[in-house]
């Protein structure tokens, strides 16, 4: 029975640090979230202004 309980306890403690780590883990996602969501809005709002100043894929640079 104590081989039992003692295997309850490492099972009870390891649930808990796991739930630490997701809650830790949801945290940090929704912060990353909010980032990207800031960064995708201020290209968007960049790319309106026609001020990309970004050179992507095949597109010569300016000075060509």
């Keep these: 029975m104590q081989e039992l309980e003692e295997k309850l306890a490492h099972l009870i403690r390891t649930v ?8 830790r883990q949801e945290s940090e996602i929704a ?14 709002e960049r790319d309106a202004q026609g001020s990309g100043g970004i050179v ?3 597109e010569r640079p300016p000075h060509y």
């Design 56 to 58: 992507l894929g095949d």
């Design 31 to 44: 912060t990353l979230t909010r980032r990207v969501h800031m960064l995708m809005q201020r290209e968007g």
């Design 16 to 23: 808990d640090d796991l739930s630490d780590v997701v809650a």
